[in-house]
Nanobody
Framework: QVQLVESGGGLVQPGGTLRLSCAAS????????MAWYRQAPAHERELVAQTWNDGTTTYADSVKGRFTISGDTAGGTVSLQMNSLKPEDTAVYYC???????????WGQGTQVTVSS
């Protein structure tokens, strides 16, 4: 069974940086998309950034120019570089990988990011 293991969350001051990483426990064949979502208290989970197997990337308007997603479909890893963090970026961040081969939709356990002075 595939598990996604996340790391890199924590507490950072406004304007600071964090890098989130996510790795699959076993090989995933036919990765289609790799993404990061986040969920703040009393809010629905939202898509932060997504990358496709052709290298295309998309970002939520709120993070454009500040966050960068990087995915390795062969290695089953995806990272999120977060710069110029703001208090409104505070949330639990989840990585997600989908594959076309088995129709898999895999989620990480979530990692807390808190931006506060």
């Amino acid at each position: 069974q595939v598990q996604l293991v996340e790391s890199g969350g924590g507490l950072v001051q406004p304007g600071g940086t964090l890098r989130l990483s996510c790795a699959a426990s076993t090989a995933i064949i036919g990765i289609h998309t790799m993404a990061w979502y986040r969920q703040a208290p009393a809010h629905e989970r939202e898509l932060v950034a997504q990358t496709w197997n052709d290298g295309t990337t998309t970002y939520a308007d709120s993070v454009k120019g500040r966050f960068t997603i990087s995915g390795d479909t062969a290695g089953g890893t995806v990272s999120l570089q977060m710069n110029s963090l703001k208090p409104e970026d505070t949330a639990v961040y989840y990585c997600n990988i989908r594959d076309w081969y088995r129709g898999g939709d895999y989620w990480g356990q979530g990692t807390q990011v808190t931006v506060s002075s």
